[in-house]
């Protein structure tokens, strides 16, 4: 099957709907990824590179996605107390069609929904639009210092391949090694099956106030 690039368009899940980026989302992008424990694991190049305000995260945010080059996504509660509001960012992105590549990255998420089943669905959604469009292979990456990161990437049934080092600049000009995981298309089976072990028994998301 030749990889095609999917349109962009929103994607349903259970507990979160994923709606293509737009300029709108920014004000609450905010209020979801605007704290120090968001950046401190790599996120915008590290603790360094957390605007200091909406007006700086605002300006910042549309250079730090690619939402030109890859189809991001704001991910929008749909349960629950808190249905409507939004919990972070993902991006499937870097598409080689000849290759039959993809990338799931610039991902954050509210701190308030770490270890619940956003991060789960998100990847079920994003991954299965992947390799519904053909892709063989979905990388996915983390600061090499990222350990709750690479333990998530690695709960998902993505495999280790290596760490490319010396592979990009923080924020604060130091050099990052970067851990890269992937999943090809004869695992998304058992990974698919996997996420969706684990959301069938999940709660939805109550945040915090």
């Given at each position: 099957?030749?990889?095609?690039?999917?349109?962009?368009?929103?994607?349903?899940?259970?507990?979160?709907?994923?709606?293509?980026?737009?300029?709108?989302?920014?004000p609450?992008?905010?209020?979801?990824?605007?704290?120090?424990?968001?950046?401190?694991?790599?996120?915008?190049?590290?603790?360094?590179?957390?605007?200091?305000?909406?007006?700086?995260?605002?300006?910042?945010?549309?250079?730090?996605?690619?939402?030109?080059?890859?189809?991001?996504?704001?991910?929008?509660?749909?349960?629950?107390?808190?249905?409507?509001t939004?919990?972070g960012?993902?991006?499937?992105?870097?598409?080689?069609?000849?290759?039959?590549?993809?990338?799931?990255?610039?991902?954050?998420?509210?701190?308030?929904?770490?270890?619940?089943?956003?991060?789960?669905?998100?990847?079920?959604?994003?991954?299965?639009?992947?390799?519904?469009?053909?892709?063989?292979?979905?990388?996915?990456?983390?600061?090499?210092?990222?350990?709750?990161?690479?333990?998530?990437?690695?709960?998902?049934?993505?495999?280790?391949?290596?760490?490319?080092?010396?592979?990009?600049?923080?924020?604060?000009?130091?050099?990052?090694?970067?851990?890269?995981?992937?999943?090809?298309?004869d695992?998304?089976?058992?990974?698919?099956?996997?996420?969706?072990?684990?959301?069938?028994?999940?709660?939805?998301?109550?945040?915090?106030?």
């Open positions: 099957m030749t990889a095609t690039r999917p349109e962009r368009r929103v994607l349903d899940g259970r507990f979160i709907r994923l709606e293509p980026y737009t300029a709108a989302h920014l609450d992008l905010w209020a979801a990824l605007g704290h120090p424990e968001v950046f401190a694991g790599g996120y915008g190049g590290g603790p360094a590179g957390l605007p200091a305000d909406e007006a700086a995260f605002a300006e910042w945010a549309p250079r730090n996605m690619p939402h030109e080059a890859g189809n991001t996504y704001v991910a929008v509660l749909t349960q629950g107390e808190d249905a409507g939004v919990v960012a993902s991006s499937l992105t870097d598409f080689d069609l000849p290759l039959e590549h993809a990338h799931i990255g610039y991902t954050a998420w509210d701190p308030r929904v770490w270890a619940g089943p956003v991060n789960p669905e998100a990847k079920l959604l994003m991954l299965g639009e992947a390799f519904d469009h053909g892709f063989g292979r979905v990388k996915l990456q983390a600061d090499v210092l990222n350990e709750r990161s690479r333990a998530a990437m690695l709960k998902l049934g993505a495999q280790f391949e290596g760490v490319v080092r010396r592979d990009k600049i923080r924020a604060d000009g130091s050099w990052r090694d970067t851990a890269v995981y992937s999943i090809l298309i695992e998304w089976p058992a990974v698919k099956a996997g996420l969706e072990a684990r959301l069938a028994d999940a709660e939805p998301p109550v945040l915090a106030r």
